[in-house]
């Protein structure tokens, strides 16, 4: 079983209400070989919601809106339910929305809020990753 973000098999669940639809991993969850999941949702996040980056304050990371919101919990919750379903399924791998503070890989937003990105994993991409599950995204999934 795979694990994918809702959002790239099709579910509007992005902070804007929209999706990221990518139609080969909506297939995947079609056929059963993948399983889609919200993070953020499941940590307690309503759709739309202001749109969160992650940033550094107080030498400590945390999942902050655009607005000054700290909604590190829902955050972390979510990512913790994610890795337990991935546990329970035994997941290898997983799909991931790139560059989002739940999702993303290698590089993420940079807590600017004004589209630059750097180095770093969102949440739940980070505890997969401990956990042994091999991360990819939309665009890198097929190799």
């Known amino acids: 079983m ?3 973000s809702s959002c790239l098999a099709g579910v509007k669940c992005r902070y804007d209400g929209n999706d990221n639809l990518v139609a080969e991993i909506k297939e995947l969850v079609l056929s ?7 993070p953020e ?3 307690g996040l309503s759709t739309p919601r202001t749109p969160c980056e992650i940033v550094k304050e107080n030498n400590q990371l945390k999942v902050m809106t655009k607005d000054r919101v700290d909604c ?3 955050f972390l919750l979510g990512a913790e339910k ?3 379903i991935a546990k ?6 997983a799909i991931l929305k ?12 940079d807590g600017s809020f004004t589209g630059n990105k750097t180095k770093g994993n969102g949440l ?3 505890l997969l990753s401990k956990q042994g599950v091999q991360i990819k995204n939309e665009m890198n999934f097929k190799e």
């Open 2 to 4: 795979i694990i994918v």
């Open 72 to 74: 590190t919990a829902q």
């Open 41 to 43: 949702e499941l940590g």
């Open 98 to 109: 790139a560059n989002s503070p739940s999702c993303g890989f290698g590089m993420i937003y």
């Open 82 to 84: 994610v890795a337990e």
């Open 88 to 93: 329970i399924l035994d997941c290898k791998q």
């Open 32 to 38: 059963g070989k993948a399983i889609a999941l919200c």
């Open 124 to 126: 739940t991409a980070e």
